[in-house]
DNA sequence: AACTATTCTGCAATCGAATGCACGGATCGA
DNA sequence: TCGATCCGTGCATTCGATTGCAGAATAGTT
């Protein structure tokens, strides 16, 4: 059956590659007797009740019988609307985003939707040609969790074209653009309150890069947390450059070499990785995790709940804010979107191993350093 | 839901009509002053020979000034290629796909091509739809890292269609779809000789699903190891279904009930979770790991490298792996396979703190075999 | 029975780019 | 100078599904 349609169409096709046998509406609506027009008509749900019942079953039997898909290429381009939504990650290699991505599509796919990852790795200048590949594609909205300031314009120009955008994971100020994010401040207060609940009174941070909404709020939650009791972290020039394990293991050390951890007692790491490199030179300098040291992370990534020790940390619910993200740019892609929508998750503590009170030592010995 | 976004897309189509502003080749060429079959032509690498230099450049010239995009989905239509090659991937958040994922797009990329990835967890009937889903979105060809043997009709009807597939992470034996796999057996392997020359003799695995050819080549690859030796893996009964921590946990708790592991110095685990989980099973019981028990894990899982103890694993290049097969994939739709391509690439032994020599004690219950 | 209202379905145009074909013009050789 | 060859470009069709419009068929009304 599939043979005949094929023949039935022209010679032409057998010609090129066919690498796929295609049934077309021409196809389904030959077998059934009736216009494609009509069998369009008897497969969209949204048209069906033009159609007298008796023919769409008919076509529907048909069109079930030989297997048709509808080309969704060719629905694209008459309908100009690709039901895809880009999404922009900013590395497959971290494991955060996984649930991310699992909550985008989760929310997508049942709605005919599918998501196109593309990946653009922090400082590499990959958004704006990913974004020209996502605009040739014509996909019908963005999902962007990649946002740094250096994108400001980049996606400022996005949105004034007219595509419908989404930020998640990240944000950046003064856009007026949709966002479904983390409350970072919080996240950042709750690690300082569970901090000081502890005891301790001098902590620093370990930052994650400035240019980054999300990291500055981790700070400034930080800060209210602190300042609640009274306190404020102890300042420092060292930045970081990526978040991961090296950079954390890179600042600690100097931090150490420097002196300015002289009677720290605990360290506040903006992500779990930079947590874990600071365990590692902590280790190095001779000092031990929690108990010279306290240590906090950010982001619950997997596995370190099995890190030695299990690595405190502050948890975002990451399926969830790809689920929002994911209505949110549906919504917007359907012209519901009133004004930019703020949508805003919220994270908890998650308090292990490595945080404790700090050691009585601490407190005098704090010059001894 | 479905209803809600239905409702809202009838109220509101005429208001958000025109999202994107197009600009079409037809733009392009009145700026230009030609056709735009001309405009076609000056912007397609292969027919730009045809053109005029001159009249060449002031179309690219007016195209660039425009920021026109040649319309993917009208290109796809009339080329019969989407430039999209699906991806199947068991679980977004299993970190170790990353990798994979990022070689795929890394290969895909420079060629003009996008994967489009989609979920696909064990066990969950997805692949069907899946697949359904990406035929109809026409995408050029498939690669597919979920295969299990339940899927072999499946996959047999898929490449019978004449869709180009690679499989890749996982196979299926009996099936001729090229294949794009790490040598597992020489990973089970590797791991059974790093124990046997540590000293340990009575051994056993965690198994991951029998069903999965991958696992299945790991303990054939086990028992190579042991054989050199004149070893053999204790047998024992217990199975898993999904390869995480909680399994490896509770099948670690049963063998020590049951008294399987009476005398075992070393075990086996066929990815890095069950190993984890078989630490913590142990770590319950009041055993030690590696002090009691060595335990090997597979993968080299992002992490792994700092729990403690650190563990012992088999590293794939997951990154090599995923590039390979984007390249097989790429030649398969542009038909240059050769036959079914069976491409391997080889693990490496990572040997941890999770591995050790037998305790002395040990020694004197192996005779017991 | 005549006529209008209502279904139902076919027709043909459209979405935007790609491409076989053909024509007008330039180049070249004799 | 004339005809043969190329070259470069325009024309028109095609890819497959969708949809406004209109005509045919049926139902409903007086």
């Known amino acids: 059956m599939i043979g005949e349609g094929a023949d039935a169409r022209d ?8 690498p796929v046998s295609l049934i077309t509406a021409k196809d389904v609506a030959r077998e059934a007797g ?5 069998v369009s008509r008897s497969l969209d749900p949204e048209q069906m009740a033009r159609v007298k019942t008796e023919t769409r079953l008919r076509v529907q039997e048909a069109a079930g019988r030989l297997g048709y898909r509808p080309d969704l290429t060719a629905s694209s381009l008459r309908r100009q609307r690709t039901m895809t939504i880009g999404v922009l990650i900013p590395s497959f290699g971290n494991p955060i985003y996984g649930d991310l991505i699992h909550g985008i599509n989760a929310e997508l796919e049942p709605h005919g939707y599918q998501g196109l990852m593309i990946e653009t790795p922090d400082g590499s200048d990959r958004l704006s040609p990913a974004l020209e590949t996502l605009r040739g594609r014509r996909v019908d909205g963005i999902i962007c969790a990649t946002s740094r300031s250096e994108d400001r314009q980049v996606l400022r120009d996005l949105v004034d ?19 479904v994010v983390n409350d970072d401040r919080l996240g950042g207060f709750l690690a300082g309150q569970h901090l000081v609940s502890l005891g301790h009174r001098r902590m620093l941070e370990i930052p994650g890069s400035e240019d980054i909404e999300t990291f500055a709020d ?18 420092h020039g060292e930045r970081t450059t990526t978040p991961d394990v090296s950079e954390g293991r890179r600042v600690m050390a100097n931090l150490l070499a420097s002196g300015v951890m002289d009677g720290v007692t605990a360290v506040f790491a903006q992500n779990d990785l930079l947590g874990i490199g600071a365990i590692e030179a902590l280790r190095s300098a001779g000092l031990q995790c929690p108990e010279d040291v306290s240590v906090m992370g950010f982001n619950d990534s997997p596995l370190v709940d099995h890190l030695d020790p299990a690595l405190s940390t502050i948890a975002m619910p990451m399926v969830e804010m ?14 519901q979107d009133t004004e930019h929508d703020v949508v805003t998750v919220r994270p908890t503590l998650v308090p292990r191993a490595s945080t404790s009170a700090p050691a009585q030592a601490a407190r005098p010995a704090a010059p001894a350093d």
Chains 1, 2 share one sequence.
């Open 11 to 18: 010679g032409i096709r057998t010609a090129l590659r066919s």
């Open 34 to 38: 009736v216009h494609p027009s009509t």
């Open 161 to 179: 074209s007219g595509m419908p955008v989404v930020l998640t994971l990240r944000w950046l100020a003064g856009l007026a653009i949709a966002r």
């Open 218 to 235: 981790r700070s400034r939650g930080f800060r209210d947390g602190l300042a609640a009791a009274a306190l404020t972290p102890i300042r």
């Open 322 to 335: 790809g689920m929002r993200a994911g209505r949110e740019i549906l919504r917007a892609v359907n012209g």
